[in-house]
Nanobody
Framework: QVQLVESGGGLVQAGGSLRLSCAAS????????MGWFRQAPGKERDFVAAINRSGGSTVYADSVKGRFAISRDNAKSTVYLQMNNLKPEDTAVYYC?????????????????WGQGTQVTVSS
């Protein structure tokens, strides 16, 4: 079992920045690839970014590429999502998730554990 707790969400103006954190506990954090997903009201959950176990490989959704950066600190059992140049369309609940595979995946069904989510609201 892996427990995931997100933090760092909030209200920000368009063009601003936020950094989300996801703290893991339970199993060995470095045994999991990690991902961030988001879900806006009335929409499906979408992939945002993912990182492999060591942090050496990352993948991004086209909509956030160049603006968001995923990273991890295995010593702190934490994964981060740095979000810059935020847009109103980035407004959503953001979830982190853990996948027992080595490589990062864009598929939500690949992930075994999920956090409770943190709200990000970007005003225009």
């Amino acid at each position: 079992q892996v427990q995931l707790v997100e933090s760092g969400g909030g209200l920000v103006q368009a063009g601003g920045s936020l950094r989300l954190s996801c703290a893991a506990s339970g199993q060995t954090f470095s045994s999991y690839a990690m991902g961030w997903f988001r879900q806006a009201p009335g929409k499906e959950r979408d992939f945002v970014a993912a990182i492999n176990r060591s942090g050496g490989s990352t993948v991004y959704a086209d909509s956030v590429k160049g603006r968001f950066a995923i990273s991890r600190d295995n010593a702190k059992s934490t994964v981060y999502l740095q979000m810059n140049n935020l847009k109103p369309e980035d407004t959503a609940v953001y979830y982190c998730a853990a996948d027992g595979a080595w490589l990062p995946s864009r598929r939500g069904t690949a992930y075994d554990y999920w956090g409770q989510g943190t709200q990000v609201t970007v005003s225009s």
